[in-house]
């Protein structure tokens, strides 16, 4: 039933792990094991970051319902705003394939030079995507288990063949 209200979802992609490998792979051939796991996750929480201040300019400067929001760091970590950011393949949408489907609206590879491999890992590493959702009471959950009838239902609705999403969802088969 429509509703007549209008409302939004937000599609992200970002990294900051562009052009790293190159200074991974020095501190590698000279068995400085430490500044290579160290650039890593830099760069993981730099993406990370980036990804949650793109949410807060969603919330703050692009969809405006939260012009006035200040929160402190401990709030910030508590994610005590308004609205979630899940993302494909973790446990509230646990399907990796959603990601084709979001790299494909947001033309990623073009726009931010992220590319998926065969497996839906994004490439470079060091970069987050998904979605941003606004309603007051969107709350992150976890799917832990579906059965055969839902995992039959959800190929037949992507249009794909039951050994694919079995492939994707074994996990919680």
């Known amino acids: 039933m429509e509703s007549g209200k209008q409302d939004y979802i937000g599609g992200f992609a970002v990294t900051a792990g562009l052009e790293i490998e190159d200074k991974v792979k020095e501190f590698e051939a000279v068995h400085d094991d430490y500044h290579a796991i160290l650039l890593k996750a830099l760069a993981d929480r730099f993406a990370e970051a980036f990804a949650e201040r ?3 300019r969603m919330r703050k400067e692009w969809w405006g319902f939260a012009t006035d929001e200040n929160l402190d760091n401990n709030t910030l970590i508590a994610e005590g705003y308004r609205g979630i950011r899940p993302a494909p393949g973790y446990s509230a949408c646990p ?5 084709a489907l979001l790299f494909e609206l947001l033309d990623v590879p073009a726009q931010a030079g992220i590319t998926l491999t065969e497996s839906m890992a994004m490439y470079p590493a060091a970069s987050v995507s998904g979605w941003y959702f606004s309603h007051p009471e969107s709350k992150y959950f976890a799917v832990s288990g579906i059965d055969r009838d839902q995992l039959e ?3 037949k609705r992507k249009g794909m063949s039951i050994p694919q999403m079995e492939r994707w969802l074994s996990p919680l088969l």
């Open 54 to 56: 793109m949410h807060e």
């Open 95 to 99: 399907d990796h394939t959603e990601k």
């Open 153 to 155: 239902d959800y190929a």
